[in-house]
């Protein structure tokens, strides 16, 4: 199995999503900038890969009761609902994955702490997701 | 800013009507032309936004009107910027006209929705972040609508009980709106015992996609003052400017933010910004605004627009909305056309229908959902990839 999206984040023991820094202005952004750094006070154009923090507080969360359309592919036949959580990250912003297997919107809240997790998206392609602590 | 005349609107109904999406934007272009008793020969540019399909520009518009209406020589543009097609082409029409350069403008714009949720386009890409959200996360609108209605109730005590009561007192709004969809009255109950699309958000909490049309007609002073059109209905102000960096709240398509690691966030949110940049450039404060027009795309982002527009402080929405203030009769009555929850979404329509109500509403005219003595309106609404507006019109 490989990850949904080469580079976007790390597989193994302690997975991490895997952003970018400028080198001119230090800007961190998730998924990694790869043409133009997105400060306007900034014209850099390089920038060095860094492993974001795999803990961090539920911004918010919800589910999806309805399949969503495609290209989302169901997981199951008939489809179960999932949930969501976008999650701040101390590096000061927040990333939305689909909240872990086995949990759901009853086990978090505005302000949970979570950690980031890699689990398969279908047969072939994994993918992150937020578990609570 | 100096002030620009709106000389007649008009509309055709929403609704699910299945045809194709010029035959509303004509309807509605010959509505407006004779609300305002020009003629259509008199037109010299057209606007038209654009149709779009899942947030991508899809159908030329503007040369499409024309051509509909019988070409008459009208100088054309072509407006996108999602939800705020209708507000962006109605900015071209106003620029040009302060600039000297047109006398009758024609601002058009109509849609033909699909079923169902809105989905991206077809095909492969995996470096879209509209396509990507779907894959990935099984990111729908809705989902989003949902994670900001959950922060009301898990920040600011609102409940799933207030957000019906938004429904309600929108379908109460709509009844009597000949152009609206849905004309019936909704109970909590019903809202609650609807099904849940996205927690906490139920099926009638969240708005349908529609078909529709709307048009304005925007004339200059020369003209205004040669036909004694002076006074009408003015738009003050049209703000459509971008975020700011860092966008630090999580916004559609995206399924992440930018990091304030470097720049700390600003002092508004882009929702915020939008009415600010209105209001400055009108000239007033939200004190002065006698009635609003939001986009309920759910009925917790009605809460939200309330307090982005400076109607209210912070976290304060569902005090206005249970004493009654945002109901038509009380101090700030938000959507008196019934909006999006009457309407359902018709893109490149909905910004210029909030124009065309507000405008109704300041003559007098939005019989059996009058805000009585009403002269400074506001509208907002915000789309994807950083496009949103907000419109302020007075007598
Ligand atoms: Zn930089």
């Not at chain 1, 976007?8 to 302690?14: A, N, Q, R, S, Y």
């Not at chain 2, 962006?88 to 600039?99: K, V």
């Not at chain 2, 627009?305 to 101090?331: K, V």
């Amino acid at each position: 199995m490989r990850p949904a999206v080469e580079g976007w984040f790390t597989t193994g023991d302690e997975p991490a999503l895997v952003g970018s820094q400028c080198r001119s202005c230090g800007h961190v952004a998730f998924p990694k900038e790869t043409v133009f750094c997105k400060n306007p006070a900034c014209a850099g154009d390089e920038f060095d890969d860094v492993e974001l923090s795999r803990r961090g507080r539920v911004w918010s969360y919800t589910d999806a009761q309805y399949q969503p359309p495609a290209p989302y592919v169901p997981r199951t036949d008939p489809y179960e609902p999932f949930a969501i959580a976008a999650v701040e990250l101390p590096e000061g912003l927040v990333v939305v994955g689909q909240v872990a297997d086995g949990f759901g919107t009853a086990d978090i809240s505005v302000g949970t702490e979570v950690e980031l997790v890699v689990e398969p998206l279908d047969e072939e392609l994994l993918i992150w997701r937020w578990r609570p602590l | 800013m100096r002030p620009v005349t709106i000389a007649g609107v008009g509309m055709h109904p929403w609704g699910k009507w299945g045809r194709p999406f010029v035959e509303y934007g004509v309807h509605a272009a010959r509505a407006a032309l004779a609300d305002a008793g020009i003629d259509w020969t008199d037109v010299d540019l057209v606007v038209g936004g654009e149709t779009v399909r899942g947030g991508y520009a899809g159908y030329v518009a503007g040369s499409t009107f024309a051509q509909a209406l019988g070409w008459n020589g009208a100088r054309v543009a072509t407006s996108y910027a999602a939800c705020a097609t209708g507000a962006q082409a109605l900015d071209t029409a106003r620029s040009r006209i302060l600039a000297g350069m047109a006398d009758v403008a024609l601002v058009v714009g109509a849609d033909t929705t699909p079923k169902g949720f809105l989905a991206p386009n077809a095909g492969e890409r995996w470096d879209d972040p509209d396509w990507l959200r779907f894959r990935l996360v099984g990111m729908t609108n809705p989902a989003y609508f949902a994670l900001y209605a959950r922060r009301r109730i898990d920040l600011y005590g609102a409940t799933p009980e207030d957000f019906a009561a938004v429904k309600v007192k929108n379908a109460r709004h709509g009844l009597a709106n000949p152009n609206a969809r849905y004309r019936k009255e909704v109970s909590v109950d019903d809202v609650l015992g609807s099904a849940v699309v996205a927690d906490p958000l139920h099926l009638l909490d969240i708005c349908a996609t529609s078909d529709g049309g709307a048009a304005v007609v925007l004339v200059s002073d020369r003209f205004a003052k040669e036909r004694g059109l002076t006074d009408g209905v003015k738009v003050r102000a049209i703000s459509t400017v971008t975020p700011t960096f860092p966008q630090t709240v999580l916004d559609m398509p995206y399924l992440s933010t930018e990091s304030s690691s470097v720049v700390p966030a600003g002092d508004a949110t882009f929702k915020e910004s939008l009415a600010r940049a209105a209001y400055e450039e009108a000239g007033i404060s939200p004190e002065d605004v006698d009635v609003a027009e939001v986009y309920d795309l759910s009925t917790a982002l009605e809460q939200d627009w309330i307090e982005d527009l400076g109607l209210c402080a912070r976290g304060e929405a569902e005090q206005l909305l249970r004493a009654g203030d945002t109901t038509i009769g009380g101090r700030i009555p938000v959507n008196p056309s019934g909006g999006l929850a009457c309407f359902g979404e018709a893109v490149p329509a909905q910004a210029l229908a909030q124009v065309c109500e507000l405008t109704w509403q300041l003559r007098g005219q939005a019989e059996g959902r009058q805000v009585e003595g009403a002269r400074v309106g506001i509208t907002a609404n915000q789309g994807l990839f950083g496009h949103g507006s907000s419109v302020i019109v007075s007598r």
